[in-house]
């Protein structure tokens, strides 16, 4: 599959999932849900461990790896961020809160072409404009 077909199925799920959660918290403390939805990921990583340990081992034992950067980019995201995320989606409507959110994108484009010194074109620069444009809109 290529890039564009991966990313789609991610858009998919990951905008399916808001709406799971939001149901979710109409019922549930912020902490609670995050507790569960990390017990979520620990069923599919275990599953996921079944088939790729050895790549996993390998990780751990032939550094540098790199693990160590996507294990706190793991605790920012899926931990603290995710609270943040609750708190909003607990508190805000569901189409709003989610577009807010989902406009990380800025933030990595913005890493990527001050740190990383990635290209910054025409296309990404409308890109971005849009996200801004979004985001007022949504505000």
Not at 38 to 58: D, H, N, R
Request: some cysteine; glycine content about 10%; overall charge positive.
């Amino acid at each position: 599959m290529k890039s564009f077909h991966w990313a789609l199925l991610t858009v998919i799920i990951w905008g399916f999932v808001p709406f799971l959660e939001k149901i979710g918290l109409n019922k549930l403390p912020v902490m609670t849900a995050l507790f569960f939805r990390c017990m979520g990921v620990m069923v599919g990583i275990s599953a996921l461990m079944l088939f790729k340990l050895p790549e996993v081992k390998q990780a751990l034992t032939n550094p540098p790896s790199g693990w160590h950067y996507v294990a706190i980019g793991g605790l920012l995201a899926s931990v603290i961020g995710q609270i943040f995320f609750y708190n909003a989606l607990k508190t805000g409507d569901v189409s709003k809160v989610t577009p807010m959110a989902g406009s990380f994108p800025l933030v990595t484009f913005l890493l990527g072409v001050l740190i990383l010194k990635e290209a910054l074109t025409l296309n990404k620069a409308f890109g971005v404009l849009f996200i801004i444009i979004g985001v007022f809109l949504l505000n």
